[in-house]
């Protein structure tokens, strides 16, 4: 169990892009593959990115490949979500999670989870 806040969201317009961060308690940061997923209204969370804690490898959703980067940076306890090319279906809250397994997608999974911030994008 880690602790996780996100930050970073707010009104964009299309085209346009956005950082989010998710600071993690240091206690056990280092143990965590931190991901990222996305619930619109409506919706079911989907898995958007996650960076493994092993060896900092990183992988992601089709819809986003090429447009978004997971990042981390281990002596600041964050990780990073940064958004281009951002789009209208985007729109979205964006949360963090951890998980002690590499390589899943799973909700289920991730067993810590941050309060989530709100991104919107206007056209």
């Known amino acids: 169990q880690v602790q996780l806040v996100e930050s970073g969201g707010g009104l964009v317009q299309a085209g346009g892009s956005l950082r989010l961060s998710c600071a993690a308690s240091e206690r056990t940061f280092r143990r965590y593959t931190m991901g990222w997923f996305r619930q619109a209204p409506g919706k079911e969370r989907e898995f958007v990115a996650a960076i493994n804690w092993s060896d900092a490898s990183t992988y992601s959703a089709n819809s986003v490949m090429g447009r978004f980067t997971i990042s981390r940076d281990s002596a600041k306890n964050t990780v990073y979500l940064q958004m281009n090319g951002l789009k209208p279906e985007d729109t979205a809250v964006y949360y963090c999670?951890?998980?002690?397994?590499?390589?899943?997608?799973?909700?289920?999974?991730?067993?810590?989870w941050g309060q989530g911030t709100q991104v919107t994008v206007s056209s």
């Open positions: 999670a951890a998980t002690y397994m590499s390589n899943t997608r799973r909700r289920a999974d991730f067993g810590s």
